[in-house]
């Protein structure tokens, strides 16, 4: 079956707005609804094909993959991390002077390292737990 005229505008939107409930809004579906209209569009197979494929051509074209990625959130996370010196006016010789103090962008760092580990599945919320357990069956019945 084809994409539908307005779940491919929906799919469109999406793509630029990022957004499953704006993007309805914008393809013409009720404001009152768009949220589980938004929900639903994204979960419908051809609406999540035509998103992935859009995807896939906008990356290459970009020469963008995961790798790049990766590579990118590791120097900005390099780049928070680098300390840098706190740059004061010094009242009595009129001149900017280093504080003695340093500062780094923590949050910028703690940002991009959770990225890298959440796309390297570093972070699970359901553990995987074995558990072997010891049966003995004993046929006592006469």
Partial sequence: MALT???KLFADH????????????????SEKTAYSQGSRLLKDVEVHAYIEE????????????????LKRLMEISDRCMTAEPVIEF???????????EYKFDST???????????????FKDSPNVNVNVGVTITDDIK
């Fill in 108 to 122: 910028g760092a703690n940002r991009a390292t959770e990225l890298i580990g959440k796309h390297l599945g570093m």
């Fill in 5 to 7: 005229d307005k779940k």
């Fill in 14 to 29: 999406y793509l630029v707005l990022l957004n499953a409930t704006e993007a309805a809004v914008k393809a013409g579906y």
């Fill in 90 to 100: 010094n009242p009595d010789t009129r001149q900017m002077e280093e504080s003695g």
């Fill in 54 to 69: 859009k995807q896939q051509v906008r990356a290459e074209k970009l020469s963008v993959d995961a790798d790049w990625v």
